[in-house]
């Protein structure tokens, strides 16, 4: 997992690849001018899905951790909190769907505030939850960027 400000997101391109493309697309766009839905950037490979979504207590939400795509978070609006954990740490809760890319788990992780000034990315080896509140409900509007990461996490 990498968290940093925004003002530093480009710094990360070096990491070439679909997180490359990705986050150079981030540094010369006007993400609030973004629409909401999915926009592709290389096909399958590399897309963002901008959303609004409602925040919930940490309970009410899964970890869960893909094995084809690294993800990016960025809060745009309002304030999230995301979780992280090593995957070693957790309980499979549901099995592995290919279709989605996405498996569950439970257990603890530690979270971290998301504000419109942060990001964070997400590897395949990386649990994470997101929208979640450590207070009351409320709505954010936000980007997760879908990066292929080559070879990804074995089965």
Known sequence: MISDTLERLGTYVCLGGG?????DFLVSSDLHALPEGKIPLCGDDVFLLVQRRRTC????EPFEAHRRYADIHITLEGEEWLGYAPLADLSP??????????ETFTGD???????PDRFFLFFPWDAHKACITMGERSDVRK?????????GRPE
């Not at 997180?19 to 986050?23: F, H, N, R, V, Y």
């Not at 207590?57 to 009410?60: K, L």
């Not at 992780?109 to 998301?114: M, P």
Request: glycine share 18%.
């Open 57 to 60: 207590p940490p309970e009410e």
């Open 93 to 102: 809760l549901a099995p592995y769907s290919p279709g989605k890319d996405c």
């Open 109 to 115: 992780g530690v979270f971290f505030r998301g504000a």
């Open 143 to 151: 980007i997760v960027v879908k990066a292929a990461v080559g070879g």
């Open 19 to 23: 997180i490359g493309k990705a986050l």
